[in-house]
């Protein structure tokens, strides 16, 4: 079984910073891309940020110079470093992977449970 466990979310004022890391466990042969989304009650779950393997990232425009997104592949293990914070930034996060647990089957895809992130004075 695979798992991927958020930390990090929490309470923070507008122009701070918070850095949500994303551990993946379990049976993994490789990750390909790891990603970070969010969510806010009664809209769709959104991209944020997503990174390859080989370290390429891609983020929305409304994150885009603010947060940045990382890995270390020997730990299996995503970073979003989250600077200038707004409260429009206040969701649930969720990390995201597609994983392969062996060589002789495809890659799936994962989620986390998800990290809540509140900016708020």
């Known amino acids: 079984q695979v798992q991927l466990v958020e930390s990090g979310g929490g309470l923070v004022q507008p122009g701070g910073s918070l850095r949500l890391s994303c551990v993946a466990s379990g049976s993994i042969f490789s990750i390909n891309n790891m990603g970070w989304y969010r969510q806010v009650p009664g809209k769709q779950r959104e991209l944020v940020a997503i990174?390859?393997?080989?370290?390429?990232?891609n983020y929305s425009d409304s994150v885009k110079g603010r947060f940045t997104i990382s890995r270390d592949n020997a730990k299996n293990t995503a970073y979003l470093q989250m600077s200038s914070l707004k409260p429009e930034d206040t969701a649930v996060y969720y990390c995201?992977?597609?994983?392969?647990?062996?060589?002789?089957?495809?890659?799936?895809?994962?989620w986390g449970q998800g990290t809540q992130v509140t900016v708020s004075s």
């Open positions: 995201n992977a597609d994983i392969k647990r062996d060589p002789f089957h495809p890659r799936s895809e994962y």
């Open positions: 990174i390859t393997s080989g370290g390429i990232t």
